[in-house]
């Protein structure tokens, strides 16, 4: 950690990237027990499948930050890829994920 930067407990010092003139910080994530995580986001790309590509990065980073403790990188992958399917199996803010987006009219029962 560079001495002209200050950081407040708990924050992870900047990659070397973040130095970079044309580098831009897109999200960031806080997490407190007994709540639930906050996030602030800077919506990027025209293609929001980009985000996806994004996501699958930061799996396998975190596996291989785990490898690094002594885990087995390939079940650690796997556990979260497992969670992450299940956290949109359950009905969340984001809408029925069955591909039908007609707006549902809630006077009238499916």
């Known amino acids: 950690m560079s ?5 407040k407990p708990g924050e992870l010092p900047k990659p070397p990237m973040a130095s970079e003139e044309q580098a831009v910080e897109i999200l960031r994530v806080w997490v407190s027990p007994g709540k639930e995580q906050q996030t602030t986001l800077k919506p990027m790309w025209e293609d929001v499948g980009l985000w996806g590509m ?11 930050a785990y ?8 079940q650690v992958f796997k556990r979260i890829f ?4 299940s956290e949109f199996a359950v009905a969340h803010d984001v809408g029925d994920l069955s591909g039908d987006d007609t707006p549902q009219d809630p006077a009238r029962p499916n």
Do not use: I, M
């Open 3 to 7: 001495s002209d930067q200050s950081y």
């Open 54 to 64: 994004l996501l699958a990065g930061v799996v396998r980073d975190v596996s291989a």
């Open 67 to 74: 490898a690094r403790k002594g885990h087995n990188e390939e």
């Open 82 to 85: 497992e969670t992450f399917e």
